[in-house]
């Protein structure tokens, strides 16, 4: 149940990827204004309310903050379908990011609840599957609906899915912690981040973790177009060719990170950090040839083995930043996890790729933004580095259980 309501969350936080071709032409937006629609304006609000709503969580009932959440942002996602403008888009997009605000973070936490450590990257890379299995869907979804009637009824249609399954969610899905006893032993967000300041590792791993997702997030909204505008095909095929690799390779990758870093952790805590620093070196090559190709069948097959290693990191680094905290303060410390990796990450991570081919424009033309997703290949980088860090000071850092 957690899974579909992830899938439905990224479905309604990546189909405006796929859409932004049709949204761009009719009305009349610029690369920089479609990026800061899908980054900013779902990032501010998402990262901003995640630490209170998280805080609830760590109190309350988490079925019940999941299934309240799943039903606003689906109700915004419908609203975006209505939109007229710029402005009107950007406040419909800040809606589902209210919306959405509360549906990973206590996720995290009920499952660390059901299942023991040496299990843990696993489960959450399971339940990670709702990245590429939502982002697949909204691209596909979206292409074929946009080329079909019109990308308005595309919105309309994920978000009425979602108003539909929210009460779903809540009947099957129970709190397995009792709400008197989570009462009694929370603690507040002063001591929740005095015992993260003590936690070099859980910084490292967010900064990190935000440094791969500034071009995890950006290639999610931007591949549809840069193969629409590069290679000339239709908003169908590229919605076809984009989510098949995603689809696949996400799916390979997440478990493949969630597999590793359990077995190696056995040995050392610092498996959760080097994996997907291991993971986010080899993607280099890749990404430089596949989308310096000028063949398209070249390019999604050089594309999908990155596409699988960009998202090793998902179990493993969830699972460290579960490991790091006490119960009492997990839905707390993942809310800040989620929020220095979601504000920089989509906050930052899809405008930049939108600003620089704005720049690249004038010398590049419609090759703009071949070169501004080559330039974002940097953040990978600086990704392991500090992933790197992260593995030096996990051991030392983690909380016994």
Sequence with gaps: MMLIAYTLNFIDRQIIGILAVPIKTDLGLSDGQLGLMGGLAFALFYTGLGIPIAMLADRHDRSKIMAVSLFVWSLMTAVCGLAQNFWQLFAARLGVGVGEAGGVAPAYTLIADLFPPEHRARALALYSFGI?????????????????????????????AGIIFAPVFRRFVRDPRQTATARAGAVGLGAVLRTLFRKPAFWLLSVGAACSSMMGYGLFFWLPSFFVRSF???????????GAILLTGGLAGIWLGGQLSDRLAARSKAAYALVPAAAFVCTLPFYAFGISAHTLWVALAL???????????LGPVIAAVQGVVPPAMRSTASAIFLFVNN????????PAIGWLSDHFTASYGDEAL????????????????????????????????
Aim: hydrophobic share 55%; net charge neutral; aromatic share 14%.
């Design 303 to 313: 594309l999908l083995v990155p596409t699988a290693l960009g998202l090793v990191w």
């Design 132 to 160: 590429p299995i939502g982002s697949a869907c909204g691209i596909v979804f979206g292409g074929v609906i946009a080329t079909l009637i019109d990308w308005r009824y595309a919105f309309f249609i994920v978000g009425i």
């Design 343 to 350: 504000l920089i990450g989509i906050g930052i991570g899809t």
């Design 232 to 242: 000339g095909i239709s908003l169908l095929d590229a919605s076809l060719g984009y």
């Design 370 to 401: 071949r070169y501004a997703i080559l330039s974002g290949t940097g953040f990978y980088v600086l990704a392991t580095v500090l992933l790197l860090l992260a593995a030096i000071w996990l051991p030392r850092n983690w909380h016994s259980e």
